[in-house]
């Protein structure tokens, strides 16, 4: 993968965390600026790479992971760009965005169940139900200037009928936006996605990978930086940065915490220093079929103490305590749970009309957790057959008491929140009983900052990827500022890693810019036709 054109220098290269926009960040330096493996250095406080795009376990003991991520083919722009240079694990002689295109024309997205009611019955979505009074709303909103968004919820902007719209219930299943998220990332998702207008009721538009993330996307560009030689840190924490003294911002060191142990790296004043900023699964928490995951968000997150400490050394570094300090409306939960048998998957195709991974998502807009359950094509892990099948749940509103066991979802077993989606369901006692006999494992993980990115800022709370002034230091992932761009979404995770490393570097190279869908005629004129239905 490395380019033509081999560095001279001895520029070293320090990425702290190891998510997915540091590792591609990472690629990018070996594809477009002639860096060899040797002189990127990726530090991480976990013992594996790949930040929240994680996924992991085996059929005997039950697959899990935190978090589950929808691509986009028309919007992600550098993410399909630096996938088209790294190879294919799974197709010999196919990059990894070819695979990735490949499946998803082959296995496209059709929710036929997008929305269950309060008896788990398919709800109608063949309109958005907005009101005049709503639409205008809207429509104000995209006239507004982000300057005038600062602080300002999505409830603060929409009058409460708007919160029972299929238009919010899309918006919110889909993205996971909450009514007090900050309106101004609400803006920039219905224009960032403005051709998605006519598909969100069935998913149709939304892009697959042939495994889960970590499988499709952390793999195969660990496999490359591996291969290139990259010196990558494990179980090592960046705790807090120096700074040189006086005006501008110019990294002199690193201060780790490995094991225990503290260390320091000295920076040079020719070496590059990228940080992600906080991390949306930090402080995570496991259950099991027996136990609750709980909810603990006592400390500040690991990830965003660094953020906190190094703000207060610098102008123009942000302000981490916008986006972690109210725990309570940034945390939720998700449910890993492994069936050995297909009991489950087969009452559900019958019930939906969709094969197994097929509908990608049903909501149960009614509910009190607010739960989203998606059955994923078989295998969703690499070794999963046929046999053991993998079902996950998002809920939104996880510190509510569910329906059926009565408790908040925190509180919650494996078990009991299985039981709670069970008889949600239409599904009568006798397959009930079935799936219950076939779980082999059930893992609830509770995240104190899952939604932090959306929480209500002012410009400025975010950093931009190289601050003003900076020398050698960058950021990348959900909480530095992109123009125009949306967070929780890997390509914001990329464009960042791109953007970072391109201009601490001074290369003139473009990063691929965010599509201007919006003004596409032809998506005006379907976009007014599902708004006015």
């Not at 800022?457 to 950021?475: C, H, I, Q, Y």
């Amino acid at each position: 993968m490395l380019g033509n054109q081999k560095r001279q220098d001895d520029t070293q290269f320090y990425f702290v965390g190891g998510g997915i926009g540091n590792l591609t960040a990472a690629a990018y330096l070996l594809r477009d600026c002639g860096f060899e493996g040797k002189n990127i250095h990726i530090i991480e406080a976990l013992p594996v790479a790949g930040g929240s795009n994680d996924a992991a376990g085996n059929a005997e003991h039950g697959y899990v992971q935190r978090g589950e991520r929808m691509l986009n083919w028309q919007t992600y722009e550098n993410l399909w760009d630096i996938y088209s240079s790294i190879p294919s694990l799974n197709k010999p002689g196919m990059s990894v965005t070819d695979e990735i295109h490949s499946f998803s024309v082959e296995n496209p997205c059709y929710a036929r169940a997008r929305f269950l009611d309060e008896t788990g019955e398919i709800m109608p979505c063949d309109s958005y139900g907005l009101s005049p009074a709503e639409l205008k709303q809207l429509i104000a909103l995209w006239k507004a200037e982000e300057s005038d968004l600062d602080d300002v919820t999505i409830a603060d902007w929409f009058d409460e009928d708007f919160f029972k719209t299929i238009f919010w219930h899309s918006y919110r299943a889909t993205f996971a936006f909450q009514p007090w998220s900050s309106v101004m990332e609400f803006r920039r998702y219905t224009l960032r996605f403005f051709h998605l207008i006519i598909r969100l009721t069935n998913c149709r538009g939304v892009t697959l990978t042939p495994y889960n993330q970590y499988g499709s996307l952390i793999l195969p560009v660990m496999k490359v930086l591996e291969d290139a030689g990259v010196d990558f840190v494990y179980d090592t924490a960046v705790t807090d940065m120096d700074f040189a003294d006086g005006d501008g911002i110019t990294v002199t060191g690193l201060h780790t915490l490995c094991r225990g142990k503290e260390g320091y790296i000295a920076i040079r004043k020719q070496d590059k220093v990228v940080a992600t900023l906080g991390c949306m699964t930090d402080s995570a928490k496991f259950g099991s079929l027996d136990t609750p995951a709980g909810f603990d968000a006592s400390a500040y997150p690991m990830s965003a103490q660094l953020w906190k400490n190094i703000a207060g050394k610098k102008e123009g570094l942000g302000n981490p305590d916008k986006f972690f300090g109210k725990p309570e409306e940034s945390a939720w939960e998700t449910f890993s749970c492994t069936f050995h048998g297909t009991t489950f998957m087969d009452w559900m195709e019958k019930y939906t009309h969709n094969k197994t991974g097929e509908g990608l998502s049903s909501t149960f807009v009614e509910s009190p957790w607010y739960m989203e359950i998606r059955d994923p094509k078989v295998p969703f892990f690499k070794g999963q057959t046929d046999d053991t099948t993998f079902l996950w749940m998002c809920a939104f509103n996880s510190g509510a008491k569910g329906r059926f066991v009565q408790k908040s979802e925190y509180d919650c077993t494996g078990r009991e929140i299985l039981e709670e989606i069970l008889c949600s369901l239409p599904m009568d006692e006798e397959t009930r009983q079935k799936c219950r006999d076939e779980v082999a494992s059930a893992i609830p993980c509770s995240m104190p900052w899952i939604d932090a990115q959306f929480q209500p800022r002012a410009l400025g709370d975010r950093p931009a990827v190289v601050p003003e002034g900076s020398t050698n230091f960058g950021f990348t992932g959900q909480f530095c500022e992109i123009p125009e761009d949306v967070v929780f979404t890997e390509e914001y995770s990329v464009r960042s890693g791109r953007m970072a490393v391109y201009q601490l570097l001074g290369m003139k190279k473009d990063v691929a810019p965010v599509k201007p869908i919006r003004f596409d005629v032809r998506v005006i004129a379907a976009a007014a036709a599902a708004y006015l239905k």
